[in-house]
């Protein structure tokens, strides 16, 4: 199945037209350098009888997540390298459902469903012959893992594949005029014997761009149009599109043209894109790594959490300074912390407080309750944990937040069974994601609870979540901004206004989440005596107290101050 490259693919900062050629690429040059050389030196001197040229790999891979400029690239090398060099395309979709119909239409249209695979191999053949007889030749293989997949249940017409192209490349290690350029963004699908030396031994990684190369890649892009955006709005951008790769960010190019015309559309105004239309488009449009996880995170600020000023900063310097200026910490030799837990009385606005840090630090949020990662089925709840943190890892720079990390990650041997329970398992995968063999740069853990004692103390060691933050019961002048945030979503009367500091007073003990049903009770009973009521007066605040108590012990106040002596 030879054609002419398909558009598509990852596309960081270029037009569709014919002529793509590798300086539209943006934010990819070290990736287009290593495969022009590994590309070019054996196709160029592979009629040398050096043994240094013919020490040349001849397969590559290139892997990333999908919208990385993988496709786009080879593309543009196809355009730039013909007709010097021979591009030849296999895709997956020569692994068709109805391989009967295909074959009878393109080889033979008597053929019996017997000799479909015999087709297929011979058709292959064919097309490897192909490379050879028009060399120097370059064979692109895109999706790889679709064509040759490490999956143990394979199709015979799978490994009919696997075997042409195995011994393909074995056979013609020597012969340097034709190279295999493979593409996939599932790296760990493609089968284990293709990535062996002497096969697809090159394997290139195309990732998601960092700061720098997004600028690189919006300047390519909108270097296509006139437009009056300011540089300084184009940094901006590229600094907060987090985890945005060149799909993406041409994704945002088209919005930001839609814009545009809508405006023009319905006023009269200039034909230019403007910085109002990019940042529309931004909001708009959810980075690729980010559409498969599901999570609504609402609108929090700190002004809508009371007090906590010291909670607040311990956690900018712990979580956001990192994450927004690794440069920094680089520079002074500081390690950043890989995590936090807070702990303290339920309805201390832990988890609130979680939301507002990723609100206020604008980074990509995954939120985890303990409990739903656990799964019946062995294996399983494991595969769940790694599954979370690679989604961090793609959507870096990333806060992940566990609620009740005291159900994920109990104290091992708790339940006295010598037996590894499920629990037991998905605390071993947790510690290995957060300080194991691959490093997790860019993400940050925030962990929530209610019982610190439960978690596991290897979990709290120094290198994984080593910055515990209590969240204590709200002090008077805490109280005092939790009710002012409250009586301005109310339609209170003065005289309850002016008698904020002897409510504050009356609280104590209270927790924020019990100062909030006190006020909601207030205006209930408001309600509760006259329907038609305009205000909540004190007298409601008052009576609201005989329902409303607080229910934190002082037993239970006792333990975390012993905690916190212990951890401080």
Not at 295 to 300: A, N, R
Not at 380 to 399: D, H, M, W, Y
Not at 546 to 566: A, G, H, N
């Amino acid at each position: 199945m030879v054609r002419h490259k398909r558009g598509g693919g990852g596309n960081p900062g270029v037009s569709n037209r014919n002529g793509l050629c590798l300086n539209d690429v943006g934010g990819l040059s070290e990736q287009i350098r290593r495969i022009k050389n590994l590309i070019e030196f054996p196709l160029r001197f592979g009629g040398d009888s050096s043994c240094v040229v013919n020490d040349l790999s001849h397969g590559i891979v290139l892997y990333g997540a999908q919208g990385t400029g993988k496709s786009l690239v080879i593309r543009a090398l196809a355009n730039e390298l013909t007709p010097r060099i021979n591009f030849l395309n296999i895709y997956g979709d020569m692994l068709s459902d109805n391989p009967l119909k295909e074959a009878r239409e393109s080889v033979d249209p008597k053929l019996t469903a017997d000799s479909v695979e015999i087709v297929y191999k011979s058709k292959l053949d064919r097309l490897l012959n192909r490379a050879l007889d028009c060399a120097p030749s370059v064979v692109v293989l895109d999706d790889i893992h679709l064509l040759c997949s490490s999956k143990k249940n394979v199709t015979d017409k799978e490994n009919n594949f696997y075997r042409t192209l195995s011994t393909f490349l074995d056979e013609n290690r020597s012969n340097k005029r034709v190279v295999v350029l493979a593409a996939t963004n599932q790296l760990e699908s493609v089968h284990d014997g293709l990535r062996r030396p002497g096969r697809l031994e090159e394997e290139i990684e195309f990732p998601v761009p960092s700061a720098a190369e997004r600028l690189e890649i919006l300047r390519k892009i909108f270097s296509k149009i006139t437009h009056n955006i300011p540089e300084t709005c184009l940094e901006a951008i590229a600094e907060d599109a987090h985890s945005y790769t060149g799909a993406d960010l041409n994704r945002v190019y088209r919005e930001s043209l839609y814009n545009c015309l809508l405006r023009r559309s319905e006023t009269i105004d200039t034909k230019l894109i403007n910085e109002k239309d990019v940042r529309t488009a931004l909001r708009k449009v959810k980075p690729t790594s980010m559409r498969e996880i599901t999570l609504e995170v609402p609108k929090v600020y700190w002004k809508d959490i009371g007090g906590m000023e010291r909670v607040k900063k311990k956690l900018e310097q712990a979580v956001v300074w990192p994450l927004k200026h690794p440069e920094a910490f680089t520079r002074l030799g500081i390690q950043p912390s890989k995590g936090v837990l807070m702990y303290g009385p339920p309805g201390c606005s832990k988890t609130m407080i979680g939301k507002a840090l990723a609100t206020e630090s604008q980074l990509n949020f995954i939120a985890i309750k303990g409990p739903e990662l656990f799964d019946k089925y062995v294996g399983e709840s494991e595969k769940a944990v790694r599954e979370i943190f690679r989604k961090a890892k793609q959507a870096a720079p990333a806060i992940l937040f566990f609620d009740e990390l005291d159900a994920l990650a109990s104290e091992r041997g708790g339940s006295g069974s010598q037996s590894c329970t499920v629990g037991d398992r998905v605390l071993a995968q947790l510690l290995t994601e957060i300080d194991g063999i691959e490093e997790l740069d860019g993400v940050t853990i925030v962990a929530a609870t209610n019982r610190p004692d439960k978690v596991d103390m290897a979990l709290l060691r120094p290198g994984r979540l080593d910055s515990i933050i209590y969240v204590p019961l709200p002090d008077t002048e805490t109280r005092v901004e939790i009710f002012k945030i409250r009586m301005n979503r109310m339609s209170v009367s003065e005289m309850a206004r002016e008698n904020i500091g002897q409510l504050a007073e009356s609280t104590t003990g209270y927790s924020g989440a019990e100062i909030v049903a006190l006020c909601q009770e207030a205006a209930l009973l408001a309600l509760e005596e006259d329907m038609n009521a305009r205000e909540v007066e004190m007298v409601h605040f008052t009576k609201a107290f005989e329902v409303v108590k607080p229910r934190t012990s002082s037993i239970l106040i006792d333990f975390y101050s012993q905690y916190q002596l212990k951890n401080s």
